[in-house]
């Protein structure tokens, strides 16, 4: 489904460049699942991805080492000033928080649409990683910090 959208209101001077801003941006949907390879059962699990004004979360209460999410509907623009995508997550091992300390941005390409994202949490010894496994384009790693 494409719309149409004028993605200059006249607040962004790097947008004025004296030409029309009506671009096509196509909204485009996948999945994203959390997928739990920490090593640890960890709980208060919550991913969000956020693209423009959307933000779609995933919370698990507990997720044991192997454990899979439900897969949830997100949504996502490709093409010219299509906005970003930006991936958080936070849980607990214990007592102890960890989380994505940044706003982290990994954009999700058209090719992905209709298919499954696996965030993937990983250790690496005493740290965690978490991993935006894309089916087509290009994956990313964060690094999840204690809180």
């Not at 994505?100 to 649409?113: G, K, L, Q, W």
């Not at 005493?126 to 204690?146: A, D, G, Q, R």
Request: glycine share 6%.
């Amino acid at each position: 489904m494409k719309e149409q959208r004028l993605k200059n209101d006249g607040t962004d001077s790097k947008k004025n460049d004296g030409l029309s801003k009506e671009v096509n941006a196509t909204d485009r949907n996948c999945f994203m699942q959390i997928v739990n390879n920490s090593g640890h059962t960890i709980t208060n699990v919550s991913l969000t991805h956020s693209s423009g004004d959307n933000n779609d979360v995933i919370t698990m209460p507990t997720m044991n080492n192997g454990d899979k999410s439900y897969q949830k509907e997100i949504s996502f623009e490709t093409g010219w000033w299509a906005d970003f995508d930006y991936w958080n997550i936070s849980f607990n091992i214990g007592s102890t928080v960890y989380d994505t300390p940044y706003n982290d941005r990994c954009n999700i390409s058209y090719e992905d649409a209709g298919k499954v994202i696996n965030c993937n949490i990983t250790a690496d010894g005493s740290n965690y990683n978490l991993e935006t496994e894309m089916p087509k384009s290009s994956s990313c790693n964060f690094v999840i910090k204690e809180n």
